[in-house]
């Protein structure tokens, strides 16, 4: 745990694609799980990618149970149709799939968390002064855990606990906010969640100013004008935008 710094600026950080580099890890959850749930769905790595484009997917227990639900009624064909919208006519099957899929998940997850490797170093975030730095991640909290360990470090977190922390939900994200009493906030994430997120909490809170930060492969697709864009962390990290104090 690291105690708050005596500065009103918060970098908040997502973990996987941010902080781990996941090597896969859950890519390998995702299809083992399918298998063995629906062996005769075809699925790709390119499958999991698009639906980390579509609203409200960030979360894998969801993004397993929509997939084996467009499968049932024939629709996973349509997934380059429906960026913006995502399934609100399945939600009531994704609901009732979801305990079971996550189950698997974390199953599977036990062979495949030797893939993860760090990103960035303990001492590269700690040079960074006069930023509180904070987690706001996807994953449950015993997942985080095993997300210090690759790390090596531990941070103060918000985990996808209760609904309201659920990416794109902005209560996360707000929640770090009000516990810093921070008014400049930067959010790190690769995911269209991770942007809505930042967005619905600027929409909410616009007395507060939000930046939201698109890295990893997904960085030119999800990043809107007014983000900032980078290949990684330590490349955002490296630039200077966080040279503090600002003007």
């Known amino acids: 745990m690291v105690l708050a710094k005596n500065t009103e600026y918060l970098l ?3 973990v996987d694609g941010v902080l781990i580099d996941s090597g896969g890890s859950f890519e390998n ?21 698009k639906f980390k484009q579509i609203p409200g997917f960030n979360n894998d227990f969801r993004l397993t149970a929509a997939a084996i639900a467009l499968f049932e009624t024939g629709e996973i064909d349509l997934l380059d149709d429906t960026n913006n919208t995502g399934f609100p006519h399945m939600e009531g099957r994704i609901k009732e799939l979801a305990p079971l899929c996550g189950e698997r998940l974390q199953f599977f997850y036990q062979s495949y968390k030797h893939l993860e490797s760090p990103l960035i170093t303990w001492p590269e975030l700690e040079a960074i002064h006069g930023w509180n730095i904070a987690i706001l991640t996807g994953r449950l909290p015993e997942e985080l855990l095993m997300g210090f360990e690759v790390l090596g470090f531990e941070l103060p977190a918000v985990c ?5 922390f659920c990416k ?22 690769d995911t269209r969640d991770d942007a809505t997120c930042l967005s619905r909490a600027r929409n909410a809170r616009p ?17 809107q004008p007014g983000d900032l864009a980078f290949a990684t962390l330590r490349d955002f990290l490296a630039s200077g935008e966080l040279d503090f104090p600002k003007p």
């Open 207 to 223: 007395d507060l100013d939000f930046t939201f930060v698109a890295v990893n492969k997904l960085r030119n697709e999800i990043a």
């Open 29 to 49: 959850c995702v299809a083992m799980t399918l298998k063995e749930m629906v062996p005769e769905l075809e699925w790709s790595n390119e499958l999991f990618w």
């Open 168 to 189: 794109p939900e902005p209560g996360g994200l707000i929640h770090l906010a009000n516990i810093y009493s921070a008014n400049k906030i930067y959010f790190v994430g």
């Open 160 to 164: 996808d606990s209760c609904p309201e």
């Open 12 to 14: 908040v950080l997502d």
